[in-house]
Nanobody
Framework: QVQLVESGGGLVQAGGSLRLSCAAS???????????MGWFRQAPGKEREFVAA???????????YYADSVKGRFAISGDNAKNTVYLQMNSLSPGDTAVYHC????????????????????WGQGTQVTVSS
């Protein structure tokens, strides 16, 4: 089992920045040696959408993946020592307003499937991000 707890959400003005954290406990993705951890978001009245993910390989974070809508503005990173994944969000706009969820996938997943939320095994409760204009 992997437990995920998000933090770092809040209210920010357009153009501002936030950093989200996702702390993992239990049997983490790194302990499995392979998998990925990602961020998804869901705005009111909209479907959940992929934001970013980072692949774990050989027990360490390796390659990052991003939705086109956040490329160049968001950066995902992982800290094995702290069992934590971060999402640095810059140049925020009102369109980024949503509840952001951290998710973990244990085991191999093809790159094409990383944005597929159905494949993720564990989810956090989410943290609200609100961007005012």
């Amino acid at each position: 089992q992997v437990q995920l707890v998000e933090s770092g959400g809040g209210l920010v003005q357009a153009g501002g920045s936030l950093r989200l954290s996702c702390a993992a406990s239990g049997r983490t993705v790194s302990s499995y040696g392979m998998g990925c951890m990602g961020w998804f978001r869901q705005a009111p009245g909209k479907e959940r959408e992929f934001v970013a993910a980072i692949r774990w390989s050989g027990g360490s974070p390796s390659y990052a993946y991003y939705a086109d809508s956040v490329k160049g503005r968001f950066a995902i990173s992982g800290d094995n020592a702290k069992n934590t994944v971060y999402l640095q969000m810059n140049s925020l706009s009102p369109g980024d307003t949503a509840v952001y969820h951290c998710a973990a996938r244990v085991g191999y997943v093809h790159s094409d499937q990383i944005p597929n939320s159905v494949l993720y095994d564990y989810w956090g409760q989410g943290t609200q991000v609100t961007v005012s204009s």
